[in-house]
């Protein structure tokens, strides 16, 4: 790549636990001899997505070519946050030859778009796709909802179309992609990918590739080099939030839940797998002590799926932290706080 070519990026978007940072990690692992930097927008105070590509890097990809910003959305601090951060990544030693954004999984993309066009950088770099990964099990079963039926429901009762701020923002991230990829396709199974690629057909405002993956695993000239320009194609890629001055994301909340050293961590996990059915949290992801184990134990979960598992030793001190996530009207942090602490107990 010469120093005049546009530096490409790649804007990976997806509901929450959709798979994501496994993409990434995937494609760091497999960068087709490309360097690669990576910029992760989570949302909450603690960076776990940030932690898990970190311990990815390599020459290709160094640790200075990982940027993480939490707790805000990326289209939202565009002047004070987002230019600086893809001014530095260019102004590496090593230009990378392309850019990786993580958006949070409660991001809307198109406002995203709209900020390459910014003059400090729209002449030296341009956005070569957007990628948006659904939950092919969770998309089959409605789950981009938190009640299908039920919202499905209230609008008939209503007469008017009304939807959750959940399936806004799937609809939006769809409507926005140039490629969906359907992930946990072993979880899914024939049938459930056959109803979650129907249910991504029946969204999406114009027909997209769609492919069914597996852990990530998906060559690299798939995902990289499509060209799109897609900072150029915005008329394209129409949003709930057109004609907006801006995007609100009150619909959501997140907290930090401060824990002692556990001693079984399938009791954390069905504590876990309690919110999500009582208190309809959305997302729960961090890291905790375990007694007896040098070990820092890794927990994502996603509704009433829970994954934990032992990632590396802790280094510093052994804190337990975790970023709860939900829509605003469920987050109570009092009672969630005090429901982990005594299921856990």
């Known amino acids: ?11 990976i978007t997806g509901f929450l636990g959709a798979g994501k940072t496994t993409l990434i990690r995937h494609l760091m692992q497999n960068p087709g001899g490309r360097r690669l930097a990576v910029l992760v927008n989570e949302f909450g105070t603690v960076g776990v997505d940030g932690d898990l590509i970190r311990a990815c890097a390599d020459e290709n990809c160094p640790d200075e070519a990982i940027v993480e910003l939490a707790n805000g959305c990326l289209c ?53 796709g957007v990628i948006a990964l659904a939950d092919a099990e969770a998309v089959a ?4 909802a938190p009640d299908a039926e039920a919202v499905a429901a209230q609008a008939q009762a209503e007469g008017a179309d009304h939807e959750t701020p959940l399936s806004e ?25 056959a109803a979650a ?16 993956v597996t852990e990530g695993a998906v060559d690299p000239q798939v995902i990289l080099g499509i060209e799109a320009a897609a900072e150029d194609d915005l008329a394209a890629r129409p949003s709930h939030h057109d004609g907006a001055d801006d995007h609100e994301h009150d619909d959501f909340a997140s907290t930090v839940v401060d824990l002692p050293e556990i001693a ?10 309690a919110l999500a059915t009582e208190r309809n949290v959305l997302r729960v992801k961090g890291h905790v002590a375990v007694q007896g184990k040098p070990m820092r134990l890794l927990v994502q979960a996603v509704g009433a799926r829970v994954r934990h598992q032992f990632d590396r030793p802790w280094t510093g ?10 829509e605003r009207g469920d987050l109570d942090e009092a009672a969630i706080r005090q429901d982990l602490l005594a299921r856990i107990g």
Do not use: N, Y
């Open 1 to 11: 790549m010469t120093d005049l070519a546009k530096i490409p990026v790649t804007v």
């Open 76 to 128: 939202c601090t565009v002047a004070d946050e987002f230019i600086p951060t893809i001014e530095a990544l260019m102004a590496l030693p090593k230009r990378p030859d392309h850019i990786l954004i993580e958006t949070s999984g409660l991001a809307l993309p198109k406002p995203l778009l709209k900020a390459f066009d910014w003059p400090a950088i729209r002449s030296r770099i341009t956005v070569d």
């Open 141 to 144: 079963a409605g789950r981009f």
């Open 169 to 193: 923002v799937f609809e939006d991230q769809l409507a926005c992609a140039d490629l969906v990829l359907l992930t946990k396709a072993d979880l899914a199974g024939e049938a459930g990918l």
């Open 197 to 212: 690629r129907a249910a991504v057909e029946a969204e999406s405002p114009r027909p997209i590739p769609i492919l069914a």
């Open 264 to 273: 079984d961590p399938e009791r954390l996990a069905e504590a876990i797998r």
């Open 317 to 326: 001190a052994r804190q337990s932290r975790l970023v709860v996530i939900a």
